[in-house]
């Protein structure tokens, strides 16, 4: 079968997963919003504040009454009252008067300043020494300081953090237009699997792809939507495929993606209406025998068996397809990838891009990837790992000493 060396290089790989557009909109409340990307822009429907506050305890003046003032020569102001917190202040503020205002209080009419506490003496109950001359709106937030209306808060396919939660309450928005959450559906595959609560016999492995893979679905922000454990058997394959494409956005098949009397995945994926074979390998080690395609709009993977291989692959290509499908439009490629200094020499096989899992250590201010060697199939080498280094497919390894950049998990 020709296509079945479709073999793709991880640049490619990437320009393919970007061809994957985001899904469709739902309207959710602001309490549900954290990690959401947004599907519209939000704009302000008010100033932020809409009212002139204080930005500090002290006292509200007309900043010129404090003009000259030094601890030498005080100002002496006459204290009118206090600005209740959450009320619209019922005190002018005439000349050579001083209105006590905490942080946040509305700014009371005539006042055009606060003075810190920290300069301001009481004489007594009535009269107020201040020691430093304040300059017109100093310590003042004004209307529209921190938001104006109209203003584009946050841009379509941004992703919410904390603070964009926080300034979206600020402005009274209790609901917003956001993309869909991808759901994922994962199948594991293969005889020799078994549930992971069952006692494997002489030749069955318990099937950690289904938790390894929901997990990281989880962790890049999708819906894991768990299928079940197939046989190598065509027709049990194909009716469980055909029922994920029902329920999910992207497939994920786990196994019977490498060469062998016992691929069944790619046959079973050409049944599939408008299926398309996009990549059938890709020149990374671990990873190769790796494929994508598409039935339709939905997205069909078909990963290695052994879980290591299957998440190297799910953290370099299909993290990228679940922020497409998210409709993330932020590049995570503006920020670098943090950088360490590598402990040893690391061989690699021209051709092919590597993914080497390593320790990260701290030495002296600096950080030290430190090699884990194993088969590429091995579940300890992951656990022990902090992040992966690249070796570039045209380099022949990586000496000690060299910069290298770090993938964190």
């Known amino acids: 079968m020709e296509s079945f060396f479709k073999v793709k290089t991880p640049k490619e790989v990437l320009g393919i997963m970007d061809g994957f557009g985001p899904l469709g909109e739902e309207e959710i409340s602001l309490g549900d919003s954290l990690g959401r990307i947004l599907s519209k822009d939000v704009l302000s429907p008010e100033d932020l504040p809409g009212f002139a506050r204080s930005s500090m305890d002290g006292y509200a003046v007309k900043a010129e009454d404090t003009f000259g003032a030094t601890e030498s020569l005080p100002a002496l102001l006459a204290v009118s009252g206090e600005v209740l917190m959450g009320e619209r202040p019922r005190i002018?503020?005439?000349?050579?008067?001083?209105?006590?205002?905490?942080?946040?209080?509305?700014?009371?009419?005539?006042?055009d300043g606060v003075v810190m506490v920290e300069y301001c003496h009481l004489i007594d109950e009535d009269t107020l020494e201040v020691n430093r001359a304040i300059s017109p709106l100093e310590n003042v937030i004004q209307p529209g300081d921190d938001v104006q209306k109209g203003d584009r808060v946050l841009?379509?396919?941004?992703?919410?953090?904390?603070?964009?939660?926080?300034?979206?309450?600020?402005?009274?928005?209790?609901?917003?237009?956001?993309?869909?959450?991808?759901?994922?559906?994962?199948?594991?595959?293969?005889?020799?699997?078994?549930?992971?609560?069952?006692?494997?016999?002489?030749g069955q492995v318990r099937d950690m792809n289904r938790y390894t893979l929901s997990s990281f679905c989880l962790q890049e922000g999708a819906e894991p939507i768990y299928v079940g454990l197939c046989p190598d058997d065509f027709e049990p394959m194909k009716a469980m495929v055909e029922r994920a494409l029902e329920k999910a956005d992207s497939v994920w098949i786990s196994g019977g993606s490498s060469v062998g009397t016992r691929d069944l995945t790619l046959q079973v994926l050409e049944t599939l209406p408008q299926f398309e074979l996009l990549v059938h390998g890709i020149s990374i080690s671990p990873g190769k025998p790796t494929i994508i395609g598409q039935s339709g709009l939905r997205s069909v993977i078909g990963l290695p068996g052994h879980v290591g291989s299957a998440l190297v692959v799910a953290k370099v290509f299909l993290s990228r397809l679940i922020h497409r499908l998210s409709g993330c439009s932020e590049v995570s490629e503006r920020f670098p990838d943090p950088e360490a200094r590598l402990s040893r020499n690391v061989e690699s096989a021209s051709g092919r891009e590597d993914y080497v899992r390593v320790r990260v250590v701290e030495d002296r201010g600096r950080l030290v990837a430190e090699p884990i060697f194993g088969k590429s199939g091995l579940i300890s080498t992951l656990v022990e790992a902090d992040a992966f280094i690249r070796i570039d497919r045209n380099a022949e390894g990586l000496y000690q000493g060299e910069t290298v950049k770090l993938i964190f998990f």
């Not at 002018?92 to 006042?111: C, F």
């Not at 919410?160 to 959450?181: C, E, I, S, W």
């Open 92 to 111: 002018n503020v005439g000349q050579g008067q001083a209105v006590r205002i905490s942080t946040g209080g509305m700014l009371p009419k005539g006042a």
């Open 155 to 202: 841009k379509q396919g941004h992703q919410m953090r904390p603070q964009d939660v926080g300034v979206m309450a600020g402005l009274g928005k209790t609901k917003a237009f956001f993309y869909r959450k991808p759901r994922v559906a994962i199948i594991s595959t293969g005889d020799e699997i078994v549930g992971v609560d069952k006692q494997p016999l002489p």
